[in-house]
């Protein structure tokens, strides 16, 4: 068998791909099914943060940064691993589908609070002014008038971090999460063949190019005229 031959034999072996590609396929709806719990719960969470801050109240501000700087200086792994392996010594035990997703969200809340809360900070004073010249209270103006400004200046890094925190979901696989890379990896160590991982790869591909595509016109679509 020449070089060439166990190249194919190794990452393209036909038999051991129609054996594990129902596994991956069953690995690429959790996959999409974990990426969709992330960005709906650490979005919100971080719209929630960014509102409050906007509050002004500097006790909660000061907590709400610390909560915020820290999740953003923790690598997504360790917070997957210290609410997974942590949290049991404190009599709460998670899943690791539940531990991946809460990790995720939180990582990814301190990052559109703090993209969030830099769309706020941006509007313009006067719009602020003008809102409330108008008989409307300070939730009002924000909620009315600042808060459809500042998401709409912040869409771009918004959707560039939303695409890059989901791609984390693969950490998900060292937690025994059997999405694309935890069903890959189990298939390369039953098969003793790492065809799986290539049908991972793919998988990979096919999800995210469309997001990443979708992201670039995001970018343009909501860049700001000048």
Do not use: H
């Amino acid at each position: 068998m020449s070089g060439w031959d166990r190249f194919l034999d190794s990452f393209f072996n036909l038999r051991v791909a129609a054996e594990y590609l129902p596994k991956i396929i069953d690995g690429f709806w959790l996959t999409i099914l974990l990426a969709a719990c992330i960005i709906a719960t650490g979005l919100a969470a971080g719209l929630g943060l960014a509102v409050l801050r906007a509050l002004g109240i500097r006790p909660l501000n000061w907590l709400i940064v610390f909560v915020v700087d820290l999740f953003r200086a923790l690598p997504p792994l360790v917070v997957i691993a210290l609410l997974y392996f942590g949290l049991p010594a404190a009599g709460v035990q998670l899943s690791g589908f539940a531990a991946t997703w809460l990790s995720l969200s939180l990582v990814l809340m301190a990052f559109a609070e703090e993209i969030l809360w830099a769309g706020i900070t941006a509007t313009p004073k006067g719009q602020w002014e003008a809102a409330r010249s108008t008989g409307l209270s300070f939730l009002q103006t924000l909620g009315w008038v600042v808060l459809p400004q500042a998401v709409r200046m912040v869409i771009p890094p918004l959707t560039n971090r939303t695409i890059a925190i989901t791609k984390g979901t693969a950490l998900g696989s060292v937690v025994a999460v059997s999405e694309i890379l935890g069903a890959a990896q189990a298939g390369v160590s039953f098969s003793f063949n790492p065809t799986p991982l290539t049908l991972g790869a793919l998988a990979y591909v096919v999800l995210f190019f469309p997001v990443v595509i979708l992201g670039r016109w995001v970018e343009t679509r909501f860049a700001w005229k000048r």
